[in-house]
């Protein structure tokens, strides 16, 4: 099953059984896997999805042998990867941990889901429990939009995180100006009018990012492969794409899974692509958190551990255990 809602929109939906039509489709970060939903989007009754139990007890245990990083850990690690940077000289290369909380009997995962909608009404948030895996996000990072009548195209670039109340610092200025030039140069492929606006601060929750809009004018036959090279952005991956994604898969203690990956979608007249991040897998026993950042040659250690701690309460703050 799947229940979610898209930004701006508190219509609850789910799939039905009515067609083997796929229509929503997780990708994982590295583009080994996906997860398909098959069915038509339906709109779900919130007085029917009220008396609805979803519990942590009907998931499978938590049998992965996972152990989180340690702060120490994480601040070592960050040193290799910052070292990788330096001298590769590298804009940005992002490192991901997983916080994991295991201090629970039962966690009520409908009202966690709600709490989670009411916390972030701009994000598309989502949960969905199958006999695979189970998993509970919300962003609201575009990856793509794309609408069939008019062709119109727009996507985002979003980095640089920081505590609602703090000002940009360099740093976080810097981090953001990549993700922008890699979006347009791309973009630059594929259309010959491309409108992109100022860069503005973006509220998720209690933490902000830096935003820049694109949209543009693109043939049908070029979606997929424009997702493709948009895909990881530097804002969850790095600049250059291919060196920094296998860098990852070296320096990152777990496997990414579907956190940074992407969801894609479609419906009569849209096909939207939405960038999986403050996401965590759901066990019976243990909630994975993943939390990432943006790492710059300028990156202070200390910061960017307490940026992941905060991205991590986007789910645990949301979390109602019984």
Known sequence: MI?????????LYATDESSVQQNICFHTFDGSGKIDF????????TGDFAQKNISSRSLPEDKSGFTAETKTEYLHQLEKVMAVIREHK???LVYSRRKIFRDFQ?????????????????AFRYIFINDRQSWMGAFSEVLGKFSKKTH???????????????SWSEKEIEEQKPVTRYIRNILKNYSENIDESGTYD????NIKHLRTDFKAKIRTEDLDAI???????????????????????????????????????????????????????????????????????????????????????????????L
């Open 202 to 205: 973006h509220i998720s929750g």
């Open 106 to 122: 039962e966690i009520d995962l409908k009202k966690s889901f709600e709490n989670l909608c009411q916390s972030y009404p701009n």
């Open 38 to 45: 098959t069915g038509n989007m339906i709109e779900v009754n």
């Open 227 to 321: 997702i493709q090279e948009l895909h990881p952005t530097p804002a969850v991956c790095g600049i250059p794409k291919e060196f920094c994604k296998e860098s990852i898969q070296k320096l990152e203690k777990f496997p990414r899974e579907l956190y940074a990956g992407y969801i894609k979608i479609e419906t009569g007249d849209m096909i939207q692509y939405f960038v999986n991040l403050r996401c965590a897998r759901l066990y019976q026993n243990a909630v994975h958190v993943f939390v990432g950042g943006g790492i710059t040659a300028q990156s202070s250690p200390e910061k960017e551990w307490t940026e992941t701690e905060l991205k991590s309460e986007a789910v645990l703050k949301n979390l109602v255990v």
């Open 3 to 11: 229940y979610f809602k898209f930004p701006f929109n508190e219509k």
């Open 90 to 92: 590298l804009p940005k």
């Open 152 to 166: 119109e195209f727009e996507t985002m670039s979003l980095a640089g995180t920081l505590p609602v109340s703090e």
